[in-house]
């Protein structure tokens, strides 16, 4: 069989060496042409067909040390799939050997001690249904399907970001197989460095088949704030929204969306195709304290459509789904985390969105104050914390003709905001190609040699590879 090298070269491996392999496992092991084989390689965006030699759907730890053993031992580019939400591509390998980590999905819940258990290949929306039958949640993404090991080894924030922090702070140890074929348990009394260096080092360290949060009581029902407002108010509804955000409590969490309303029934149908604002946004506290506090919130000025109202958890933690299918969408992110979100901000980011190539571009830019901003950089590996925002394009389309005119529009777009940042971004937002080894130098800032050194301690050969990459020393 032939495969892919680290190198990026081709090699042949004996047949008999593949079916010992095959028979040393006992999951599913699937090449081109088997059933299961294009289900399995289907990620959330449609910009990428990449087919892996093989791809090994594990139920086991057992089956995750062989298949690092395997790949390592015979040089063959890996990569690791949880949910198959890199925006990248990077949880494929091409024509190499792909960990399938979907079926790693329990949960396990402990109500008393707080805490949950989560396997590797576990869904946002899973996690989420086992930890609210009791009340509680960890704070983590806002699209259900995303998968936990992605969002949470790139550091993960959603609604609850502001009382509770990302999701690398709630975070209290991984079992993790590392290059040299070895289970190890990561805390901040065993491995210590190694557990610092997941908690925002992206997939560089291992494979993580199990982590362990902290969870909190939240819901079952919280209120949401949804107000949309339209696009041609921009300038008052956004600098309305900055000030009040400067004196919201840690309970509020929001964010502001420019985008065209979807053809969906949520919507109605004579607003669905017009540009709008809304001010998303969550209060973890009492639905009676959010709907107090959110109240101005609906109030600055004439309304297009709201959103907003008393909602369950699981409800909030579905509604920015795609209603299409993974895969159908081409997809482009970019990020950037601002220093300042002034006036001069504001109206370049309403003329960028005014001159956009696609209708299924959405502008984001996320309040970041609260609990999460407080964590010093030194503490995990996510690094610098004191931008109080983050600016999203996330730029998606259908027909692939237009995926070069639409990436070159998102970067040159992007590059408009870059003197009002230091150059840093969300590293899980960030699409094929953009930058490489420079982009994520200075992301990662003063923590980056240190990560250089545990990446050389724990895969000087740079196994794992396939993710926002961190060169060993």
Known sequence: MKLVTLEGAETFIDDPLISGFKDSVQCEVLSQGESGYNESRVIYNGMFDIKPALIVRTITVDDVVKTVNFARDNNILLAVKGGGHSVAGKCLSPGGITIDLRLMNGVYVDPEARIARVGGGTLLGEMDKATQAYGLAAPSGIVSDTGVAGLTLGCGFGWLRGKYGFSIDNLLSVNIVTADGQFRH??????????????????????????????????????????????????????????????????????????????????????????????????????????????????????????????????????????????SLICYFTSLYLETFNDEV????????????????????????????????????????????????????????DSESNIAWTRGNMDKFKSFSSGRTYLNHS???????????????????????????????????????????
Not at 279 to 295: A, N, P, Y
Not at 381 to 396: D, K
Request: charged share 25%; hydrophobic share 35%.
């Open 186 to 327: 990561a805390s901040a009394s065993e491995n210590e460095d190694l557990f610092w260096a997941v908690r925002g080092g992206s997939g560089n360290f291992g494979v993580v088949t199990t982590f362990e949060f902290r969870l909190h009581p939240v819901g079952p029902e919280l209120m949401f704030s949804g107000p949309m407002y339209p696009a041609e108010n921009a300038k008052t509804i956004i600098t309305k929204w900055r000030e009040f955000m400067m004196g919201a409590p840690d309970e509020f969490s929001s964010m502001v969306i420019m985008m065209t309303v979807p053809e969906l029934d949520t919507f109605p149908k004579e607003i669905q195709g017009r540009d709008a604002i809304m001010l998303g946004g969550v209060h973890c506290g009492s639905v009676e304290e959010g709907e107090k506090f959110i109240k101005p919130l609906r109030e600055f000025g004439e309304l297009l459509f709201d959103l907003s109202g008393p909602k369950k958890y699981t409800e909030i933690q579905s509604m920015f789904d795609s209603p299409l299918p993974q895969g």
């Open 346 to 401: 504001v109206d370049t980011l309403i003329e960028s969105f005014g001159k956009r190539p696609a209708k299924l571009v959405p502008f984001v830019v996320q309040d970041l104050r609260g609990a999460s901003m407080r964590v010093r950089s030194q503490k995990t590996a996510f690094g610098e914390r004191s931008a109080p925002y983050l600016l999203e394009i996330n730029s998606a389309w259908l027909d692939p003709k």
């Open 431 to 473: 699409g094929l190609n953009e930058e490489g080894e420079a982009l994520v130098k200075r992301t990662y800032g003063s923590n980056y040699e240190r990560l250089r050194q545990i990446k050389k301690k724990y895969d000087p050969g740079n196994l794992f590879r396939l993710n926002q990459n961190i060169p060993p020393a």
